[in-house]
């Protein structure tokens, strides 16, 4: 094997992570979204770690058939909904749920003839405006929704929040309280909360949360990482020392030469780099474990390797495990370090990368 980066999976925390998810949702189902392939996790192999969700959310109708194909008979949420008049046909053969968000699908919809019943979402812009039609054409949506025979009559209630994770911010308050104005006297399921949502507006539980980040352990608030919520890292992603190499203080590292050394000191090379979806952006400072001494990256992350400051490590030997991330070093010091979120760095490990499964 040429490369030795390696992705794993802890499938224990997933479950563990999804049943703490149940005892903070109280009454309400758990959709557990799976998009960008399981937050960078792997659909297939997550999915089944979350079998006992009610329902699985996914950002297009292939995922939807991967899980299909995978023998999953979870409800289905395709959360943008249909592309193209085709798309129906393709959800119903699926089984899968539709989130309408925009009059060009509710035209799609209304012109379909003896098509059977599609199971809908109807998505209210209550602030963030993104996707979703204006909450005060809640009434005439679902109205009109119910009238169409290729609808199933029911239907649910969505929004989506655009500040959540800012516990204190009124922005999230108004957010739901548009939506109860808009939806005071429709009939039908509602769900309002993402990850951040759960944890910080206990008044936005709903019927239904929608849950991301916290199922792969991934902090959803500034500061603070899964662990903080009792959440645990699914995923760590690790690589090995491929060399140790004894520089002179006023020698300089890498590309661009951006790191002087302030000591002789031995300098490990690791079998990473931003091919393998560890950030270009990561600056020197930024954490690594070397077995379980810190180590940090010095110089410029390349496309198949970074470099290491061993002082704090001085035990380290080639081929000593290295770990970029996991729940020793929670992705959100990291992601902290390069300038970034957590969501973005487990999304970003590429193919190349090998995963395994604990």
């Given at each position: 094997m040429s490369r030795t980066a390696i992705a794993t999976i802890h499938l224990d925390a997933l479950r563990a992570n999804l049943a703490r998810i149940?005892?903070?949702?109280?009454?309400?189902?758990?959709?557990?979204?799976?998009?960008?392939?399981?937050?960078?996790?792997?659909?297939?192999?997550?999915?089944?770690?979350?079998?006992?969700?009610?329902?699985?959310?996914?950002?297009?109708?292939?995922?939807?058939?991967r899980l299909r194909a995978a023998g999953h008979r979870n409800r289905i949420v395709v959360l943008s909904g249909p592309d193209a008049a085709s798309d129906l046909a393709e959800m119903r053969r699926l089984n899968?749920?539709?989130?309408i968000h925009h009059d060009s699908q509710l035209e799609m919809l209304a012109a379909e003839r003896g098509?059977?019943?599609?199971?809908?979402?109807?998505?209210?812009?209550?602030?963030?405006?993104?996707?979703?039609?204006?909450?005060m054409r809640a009434a005439e949506l679902h109205a009109r929704l119910?009238?169409?025979?290729?609808?199933?009559?029911?239907?649910?209630?969505?929004?989506?929040f655009a500040s959540s994770e800012e516990f204190d911010n009124a922005m999230t308050a108004r957010q739901i309280e548009n939506f109860e104005n808009a939806t005071r006297d429709i009939a039908g399921e509602r769900a309002l909360s993402n990850s951040?949502?759960?944890?910080?507006?206990?008044?936005?539980?709903?019927?239904?949360?929608?849950?991301?980040?916290?199922?792969?352990?991934?902090?959803?608030?500034?500061?603070?990482?899964?662990?903080?919520?009792g959440f645990a890292p699914a995923m760590t992603l690790s690589t090995r020392l491929i060399a140790?190499?004894?520089?002179?203080?006023?020698?300089?590292i890498g590309y661009g030469a951006m790191y002087e050394c302030t000591d002789d000191m031995n300098v490990g090379i690791a079998a990473i780099g931003y091919g393998d979806g560890y950030p270009?952006?990561?600056?020197?400072?930024t954490p690594v474990l070397v077995h379980d001494a810190r180590a940090a990256i010095?110089?410029?992350?390349?496309?198949?390797?970074?470099?290491?400051?061993?002082?704090n490590a001085p035990n380290a030997r080639v081929g000593d495990v290295v770990t970029l991330w996991g729940p020793q070093l929670p992705v959100e010091i990291v992601a902290r370090h390069a300038g970034t979120i957590s969501y973005e760095l487990t999304c970003g490990v590429t193919r190349r990368v090998l995963f395994a499964e604990d």
């Amino acid at each position: 094997m040429s490369r030795t980066a390696i992705a794993t999976i802890h499938l224990d925390a997933l479950r563990a992570n999804l049943a703490r998810i149940r005892a903070l949702a109280g009454n309400a189902k758990v959709m557990a979204v799976v998009k960008a392939d399981a937050y960078g996790h792997g659909l297939e192999r997550c999915a089944r770690a979350l079998t006992d969700a009610d329902a699985f959310g996914v950002a297009s109708i292939a995922d939807g058939l991967r899980l299909r194909a995978a023998g999953h008979r979870n409800r289905i949420v395709v959360l943008s909904g249909p592309d193209a008049a085709s798309d129906l046909a393709e959800m119903r053969r699926l089984n899968l749920e539709a989130v309408i968000h925009h009059d060009s699908q509710l035209e799609m919809l209304a012109a379909e003839r003896g098509a059977p019943a599609l199971r809908v979402w109807l998505k209210l812009d209550t602030g963030m405006h993104r996707l979703g039609f204006p909450a005060m054409r809640a009434a005439e949506l679902h109205a009109r929704l119910r009238a169409m025979p290729s609808v199933d009559r029911d239907i649910a209630l969505m929004t989506h929040f655009a500040s959540s994770e800012e516990f204190d911010n009124a922005m999230t308050a108004r957010q739901i309280e548009n939506f109860e104005n808009a939806t005071r006297d429709i009939a039908g399921e509602r769900a309002l909360s993402n990850s951040a949502g759960l944890l910080g507006w206990p008044r936005a539980r709903g019927d239904w949360v929608r849950v991301g980040g916290l199922l792969y352990g991934l902090s959803v608030a500034p500061d603070k990482v899964g662990a903080d919520f009792g959440f645990a890292p699914a995923m760590t992603l690790s690589t090995r020392l491929i060399a140790i190499n004894r520089i002179q203080r006023g020698e300089r590292i890498g590309y661009g030469a951006m790191y002087e050394c302030t000591d002789d000191m031995n300098v490990g090379i690791a079998a990473i780099g931003y091919g393998d979806g560890y950030p270009r952006s990561a600056p020197s400072g930024t954490p690594v474990l070397v077995h379980d001494a810190r180590a940090a990256i010095i110089g410029r992350v390349s496309m198949d390797l970074i470099t290491l400051d061993l002082r704090n490590a001085p035990n380290a030997r080639v081929g000593d495990v290295v770990t970029l991330w996991g729940p020793q070093l929670p992705v959100e010091i990291v992601a902290r370090h390069a300038g970034t979120i957590s969501y973005e760095l487990t999304c970003g490990v590429t193919r190349r990368v090998l995963f395994a499964e604990d």
